[in-house]
């Protein structure tokens, strides 16, 4: 059971201050510590406890600059087998269909059962990465995987949906599956990972090397294309009543009615 | 530092943040063994940094092992996040991977690496820092020791199942130098012959440390670790990396009350502004803070010259001093600012102040590493 894994190397911000850098259409990187997306930390965890129980290799994938390797070292130190880092300067700007693309060019003569990304991405947040590369591919895609289940070649896959329901779904392998948060539990690295993933290579590829033309990725690659970051602006929406308590509940009932609430 | 240094920073950063202060705060209330930080650590391969490959580990340094120690210690685990690793892995693992036979490393470094606890008996309530007046006594029979005497503050000694055990093969009065005559053996417990005592402490009470008498305990002489008589160097080579742990342990605790107390002077609010804009409130923790990152260069130069088999005494002794005064200002200054709050133990600066005072007395007293500075590294009379 060959996997693939699709990691993204972004930056922790849910603890950082941020702000929007000079471009308008990112945020300022510069002392913020990137680290392994959240929900691909899982899917990595998920594709290592497929390859432990049914054998078979993993590969995690990942589109970046040399940064970015430390992201691919992590997940060859938690039992990733290959990793491969597809680079290009061109890839800037790039949305979720040239990512897609990208990931595509890479992965489509990688032998492979199951592919697995994470269900978004902690900074852009898109969810439709692992949806575009399957289509692209031409296989079956799940997404918000909660549980999998491998049988021959089929999977039994249970989906998270709102409201703390879960569908249960069946598919045909290859499949493109997209992980959600707490399927498993992460391991922690290891020293003897770390010291074996030191010793692995990481495969760098460009541009060209995955067959891609200039106009196919970044920004004139892309279906969308982002505008303006901002902060939204603070607005008060709040709307505080004085008065005694009878005088406020009297002020909220003609509240009420004037919006026609009761 | 290396991508592979960076790397065990990280996966000890991953640790340090499930095993928060309160987990510790429990642990030292409940006077409770942190089973499962302990097996964290074993799974995560850190207690086998220092061990080779072959037998186990990862045969990374002294070096790697301070890094995770700082990490686990600065970031949230105060001195849990050196203790253990040190009394297993530096005082077991690290004394066999120098001085053990390929008898001893077979034996012990497959199983150290996998999590069998180990302790370090040196400290006799007769010699106290005179190491050198130990009074066990190991007496040859045939082809075994027996051994009698009386340990005392032996930390780990209540759950190792081995011990490195300081002994006198010659009595003081009989060698020609005082140097000579000490023996070190490998002692497997539980052992009839040894009983121990947990002694009732200030803090770290999530490890016992204790009273060890030992009578007719029968130890083959395959057990000597290294060079019979020459036990006093060979020690040498666990006490200062038991100096680089408990220096790293002091910065990482003073570093990790300043940052609570960081983030404490940036929200209270007294006089209507935060009471960090104060510089009576600044300055301690400035001044703390720029010490403690001066003893980790020191530290690191001397688990450097560890690793490179060079001698350390003189890096490792000058590091634990200034590094135990800086940690403990740190964390003064932290209660300080946390005011009557630095008292209460839910905000951890109390056991965190209780804990970093060990390092004035523990491993080598404050006053015998200035002795040891004042005489090796200043050249000037032995003062004891
Ligand atoms: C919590 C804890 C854990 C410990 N764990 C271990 C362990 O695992 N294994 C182990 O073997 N030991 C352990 N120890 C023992 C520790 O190493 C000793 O307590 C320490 O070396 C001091 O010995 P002592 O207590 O006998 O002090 P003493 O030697 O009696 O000294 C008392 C005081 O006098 C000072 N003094 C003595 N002589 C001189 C001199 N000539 N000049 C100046 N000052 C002098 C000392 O510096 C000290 O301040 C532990 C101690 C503690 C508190």
Redesign the interface.
């Known amino acids: 059971m060959d996997v693939i894994v699709c990691v993204k190397h972004v930056p922790e911000t849910a603890e950082a201050e941020i702000k929007i850098d000079a471009t308008e259409k990112s945020i300022e990187k510069s002392g913020l510590v990137f680290d392994i997306n959240e929900w691909d930390d899982y899917a990595l965890e998920e594709a290592v406890q497929i390859k432990e129980k049914h054998g078979g290799t993993v590969t995690a994938i990942t589109i970046g600059p040399e940064d970015a390797?430390?992201t691919l070292?992590?997940c060859l130190?938690r039992g990733a087998d290959n990793a491969i880092r597809l680079t290009d300067p061109k890839f800037e700007g790039s949305d979720s269909y040239a990512i897609a693309k990208i990931l595509h060019k890479a992965v489509k003569d990688l032998p492979f059962n199951i592919l697995l990304t994470g269900a978004l991405a902690g900074d852009d947040g898109y969810t439709a990465t692992g949806p575009i590369l399957a289509t692209l591919l031409g296989i079956s895609h799940v997404t918000m995987v909660k549980k999998i289940g491998l049988n021959g070649d089929l999977v039994k896959v249970n989906r998270e949906l709102e409201g703390g329901l879960e569908e249960q779904v069946e598919v045909k392998l290859p499949a493109v599956l997209t992980i959600q948060t707490g399927i498993n539990e992460p391991r922690?690295?290891?020293?003897?990972?770390?010291?074996k993933?030191?010793q692995k290579e990481i495969k760098v590829l460009g541009l060209a090397e995955i067959g891609l033309g200039e106009n196919e990725v970044g920004e004139a690659g892309s279906w969308i294309r982002i505008k303006k970051m901002y902060v939204p602006p603070v607005e008060k929406q709040a709307e505080f009543l004085d008065g005694n308590p009878e005088e406020v509940a009297g002020k909220i009932a003609d509240i009420i009615k004037a919006r026609g609430l009761v | 530092m290396t991508?592979?240094q960076?790397?065990?920073v990280?996966?000890a950063s991953?640790?340090a943040q499930d095993f928060q202060p309160d987990y510790w705060r429990k642990k030292d209330k409940n006077h409770e063994y942190p089973v499962d930080f302990w097996k964290?650590l074993v799974?995560?391969?850190?207690v086998?940094?220092v061990i080779p490959?072959e037998y186990g580990g990862?045969?990374?340094g002294m070096f790697e092992m301070m890094l995770a120690m700082e990490t686990l210690t600065s970031e949230s685990c105060g001195l849990a996040g050196m203790w253990f690793l040190c009394l297993t892995s530096v005082f077991g693992g690290l004394s066999i991977v120098k001085h053990g036979n390929d008898q001893q490393k077979e034996k012990y470094l497959p199983q150290i690496a996998k999590g069998m606890e180990f302790c370090l008996a040196l400290t006799e309530p007769d010699a106290g820092t005179n190491t050198l007046n130990t009074q066990t006594a190991a007496v040859r029979s045939g082809d075994e020791f027996v051994i009698n005497g009386r340990k005392t503050f032996i930390s780990g000694a209540d759950r190792a199942k081995g011990m490195l055990l300081v002994t006198r093969t010659t009595p003081l009065e009989e060698t020609s130098k005082r140097t000579f005559g000490l023996s070190l053996f490998l002692v497997d417990l539980p052992n009839p012959a040894v009983e121990v005592n947990p002694i009732e402490k200030h803090g770290i009470n999530y490890s016992k440390t204790c009273d060890v008498f030992i009578t007719d305990l029968k130890v083959p002489k395959e057990n000597i670790l290294g060079v019979e008589e020459k036990g006093w160097h060979l020690v040498l080579d666990t006490l200062n990396p038991e100096r680089m742990s408990f220096s790293a342990a002091a910065g990482g605790i003073g570093l990790l009350a300043i940052r609570t107390a960081v983030d404490y002077a940036n929200q209270r609010k007294v006089f209507g502004v935060p009471i960090g804009t104060h510089q009576a409130i600044q300055f301690p923790l400035a001044e703390a803070k720029a010490k403690i990152e001066a003893a980790r260069l020191l530290n690191y130069q001397a688990s450097w010259l560890y690793d490179k088999g060079q001698p350390c005494g003189a890096k490792a002794n000058m590091a634990k001093v200034i590094a135990v005064e800086a940690g403990i200002q740190g964390v003064y200054h932290s209660m300080q600012t946390l005011g009557g709050y630095g008292y209460a133990v839910e905000y951890d600066i109390e056991r965190w102040w209780r804990e970093v005072n060990v390092i004035r007395l523990a491993p080598v007293t404050h006053q015998m590493a200035l002795a040891f500075i004042g005489e090796h590294v200043l050249g000037l009379p032995k003062s004891y």
């Open positions: 390797d430390s070292r992590k130190a922690y690295v290891s020293i003897m990972g770390i010291r993933a030191m | 991508n592979e960076k790397m065990i990280q996966a991953e640790i964290t799974e995560a391969g850190f086998g940094i490959e990862s045969e990374m």
